[in-house]
């Protein structure tokens, strides 16, 4: 081959390249932009049928903290008797028996939100422990007295708790 020869042989070669090249990465552009066409597509529609069961799990989670709520659980849980530590038994049974009906609601949420939940939900329960040790109650009334009174100066864990689930439940949107 001589040096013509050659030389046309890469002046027709060099289009062909050149248009190989463009074309794939023409390709490769498209290829790329319609499989985040499809994701997206695929996440919009998945998301259209797991809002409705997120949105229900965070309802049931801002249910369940209110039902937990000290001052709601000693009006809505009357002791059986005058014992002070049945009582006390009883209000945590109620609390962990709620936790129980809704744990599965936590695939729905974030770990912080769940992690958040949980401690309130022990800080209720730590609560109700710390008024039963102190040695001047000595009834089931006055547990419910001291209870609401150590509520009274400070804010309740559950409140917390609840603001933190209403801002997920705002960041959906």
């Not at 499809?38 to 259209?48: A, D, I, M």
Request: charged share 25%; aromatic share 8%; glycine share 4%.
């Amino acid at each position: 081959m001589t040096g013509d020869q050659i030389l046309q042989l890469f002046a027709y070669l060099l289009p062909a390249v050149v248009t190989g090249v463009v074309a794939y990465y023409f390709f490769k552009g498209h290829t790329k932009n319609e499989e985040g066409r499809r994701r997206f597509l695929l996440h919009k529609e998945s998301n259209k049928d797991s809002l409705p069961i997120r949105l229900q799990a965070y309802e049931r989670m801002a249910l369940f903290l209110e039902r937990i709520n000290l001052s709601n659980l000693v009006v809505r849980v009357h002791p059986i008797s005058a014992d002070k530590q049945q009582y006390e038994n009883l209000l945590i049974r109620n609390i962990e028996n709620e936790l129980e009906h809704n744990v599965s609601q936590q695939i729905y949420m974030s770990d912080e939100c769940w992690n958040i939940i949980k401690t309130s939900k022990n800080l209720c329960i730590q609560i109700i422990r710390k008024v039963g040790m102190n040695d001047k109650i000595d009834s089931a009334d006055k547990l419910r007295e001291g209870i609401l009174n150590e509520i009274m100066e400070k804010p309740s864990p559950t409140s917390a708790a609840l603001s933190y689930v209403k801002k997920e439940v705002g960041d959906l949107w």
